[in-house]
């Protein structure tokens, strides 16, 4: 908005003065580069993952269906892993909430009029809150001392689970979704792209069943992490400024 502004002010002074004023061919939006802050989510994302997902990790983390036992078991012997991981996850909240109102910025500048950026806006924000109040419970939980109280401990991780389930891979859906539907219409990203992120969105929103359906959980990682590789790919694909010599769609 700061380069439109003065573009305006210098065709002000310009038609003063009696001088035809200069029409820019090209306004670009400024901001950050959405690739590369998709990335870095990306990257800090999956540094988290690591240390719970790797061969070398073992147990495996446990789900909603495991006993006490289980649950209480692995984070007395995994409490450093999984402080790793909630730090990393805490981090990755934040350029995830900034890519959700960058790109939602970049839609309105480019010409979107429809409700799809700030369901992209909502989307984002809402993941990458639900993000950062999943790993605040998950670093209480690796904690000394709570993991001795099972009922406590229970209950942490079943918020933790819902947070960091189905509380991200529904509203991720809709971020893909707000960018999709406005950029297919608009021709702002190729047309494979756009039906693989309604796909991936529609995914998401299916994967909410899994609160009644535990069968469903596979839902989860299916729209995560393909998401992640189409906000990277959308953000780099997604252009910056606008042609004023042609019409807006």
């Known amino acids: ?27 670009s939006h400024p901001g950050p580069n ?12 999956s540094l988290g993952l690591y240390p719970l997902t790797s061969l070398y990790a073992s147990p495996s983390f446990p789900g909603p269906w ?12 995994r409490a450093s892993s999984v402080l790793f991981c909630s730090f990393f996850h805490f981090g990755a909240s934040i350029p995830l909430g900034i890519f959700a109102a960058s790109v939602a910025s970049g839609l309105r500048f480019l010409g979107a ?22 790993a605040s419970v998950l670093w209480a939980m690796a904690n000394p001392g709570m993991a001795q109280d099972a009922g406590v401990l229970r209950a942490l991780f ?9 509380g991200f891979s529904v509203p991720i859906g809709l971020l893909v979704a707000g960018i999709s ?15 693989l992120g309604l796909a991936l969105a529609l995914i998401g929103e299916l994967s909410w069943l899994s609160m009644l359906f535990p069968r ?3 839902l989860i990682p299916l729209a995560r992490f393909p998401a992640f590789a189409w906000l990277i790919t959308a953000g780099f694909l997604l252009p910056k400024s606008i042609n004023t010599g042609r019409a807006a769609n």
């Open 1 to 27: 908005m700061i380069v439109v502004m003065n573009d305006i002010a210098a065709n002000g002074r310009a038609t003063m003065n009696g001088q035809s004023a200069p029409v820019p061919k090209n306004l």
């Open 34 to 45: 959405l690739g590369v802050v998709a990335a870095v989510f990306a990257v800090l994302f």
């Open 66 to 77: 495991d006993s006490d036992n289980v649950i209480v078991s692995y984070f007395q012997s």
């Open 113 to 134: 009029r429809a409700a799809g950026s700030y369901i992209a806006l909502f989307g984002g924000l809402a993941t990458s809150f639900n993000m950062a109040v999943s």
């Open 158 to 166: 079943y918020l933790q689970f819902a947070l960091g389930g189905p």
């Open 181 to 195: 539907v406005p950029a297919g219409f608009m021709r702002l990203l190729p047309r494979w792209l756009v039906g």
């Open 216 to 218: 469903l959980l596979f």
